[in-house]
């Protein structure tokens, strides 16, 4: 569950999204599952029950994700609740994200900036710049760790991926915002409560 979307992020979220468009301090909640053709039937019982908006669905090799938002942050939370309570579950039940690795590369070269700026779908990265890779799982914790990390740091979003077996977030920066970043998402994602995989 993401409280706020921050400006950025919601920028970018527009820039992959296939549904409804999301903006700025919406709230938005991702749920991710397997098997994942449950998505299409969870969106459903979602956008049915509430006047949430769907911003993405999902179904790859293992998991199905999916995303819905509003500026009513009521219906969101009451979204989440209604599949949960459809499955059975509660939110303690989820899985902990689990950090995979965190990198920082201070002084990005030349070459390797413009191999990066080739697939991302934010902002630029600039050769000198530091850059933060972080990867987590499940995949969509990422989402929430970027977010966070933008209200902490002073950062660039360049490239968000929440689909797969992990899920990587790529942000640029000053070394001593990227730092900011990296420890406000590494505080978010240790801070949730749930089952350890």
């Given amino acids: 569950m993401l409280d706020r979307m921050q400006a950025q992020y919601a920028a970018f979220i527009g820039t992959v999204t296939q549904g409804d468009l999301p903006t700025e301090g919406m709230a938005s909640l991702y749920i991710e599952m397997a098997p994942g053709n449950e998505v299409f039937r969870m969106v459903d019982i979602a956008v049915k029950a509430t006047e949430a908006k769907p911003g993405a669905q999902?179904?790859?090799?293992?998991?199905?994700?999916?995303?819905?938002?509003?500026?009513?942050?009521?219906?969101?939370?009451?979204?989440?609740?209604?599949?949960?309570?459809?499955?059975?579950?509660?939110?303690?039940?989820?899985?902990?994200?689990?950090?995979?690795?965190?990198?920082?590369?201070?002084?990005?070269?030349?070459?390797?900036?413009?191999?990066?700026?080739?697939?991302?779908?934010?902002?630029?990265l600039v050769p000198g710049e530091t850059m933060l890779v972080m990867e987590c799982a499940p995949a969509a914790y990422i989402n929430y760790a970027c977010n966070e990390a933008e209200k902490k740091a002073s950062i660039k979003v360049i490239h968000v991926s929440s689909v797969g077996r992990f899920g990587r977030m790529w942000l640029s920066g000053s070394e001593a915002e990227i730092i900011s970043a990296r420890d406000a998402a590494t505080r978010a994602l240790e801070g949730l409560e749930g089952i350890p995989e």
Avoid: C, W
Avoid at 92 to 115: E, F
């Fill in 58 to 124: 999902i179904v790859e090799r293992e998991f199905g994700m999916f995303e819905v938002h509003s500026l009513n942050q009521a219906a969101v939370i009451e979204a989440g609740n209604v599949v949960l309570s459809r499955l059975g579950l509660k939110v303690q039940d989820r899985i902990k994200p689990m950090i995979a690795s965190t990198q920082v590369i201070t002084r990005v070269d030349s070459y390797q900036a413009q191999l990066l700026n080739r697939f991302r779908k934010g902002s630029m």
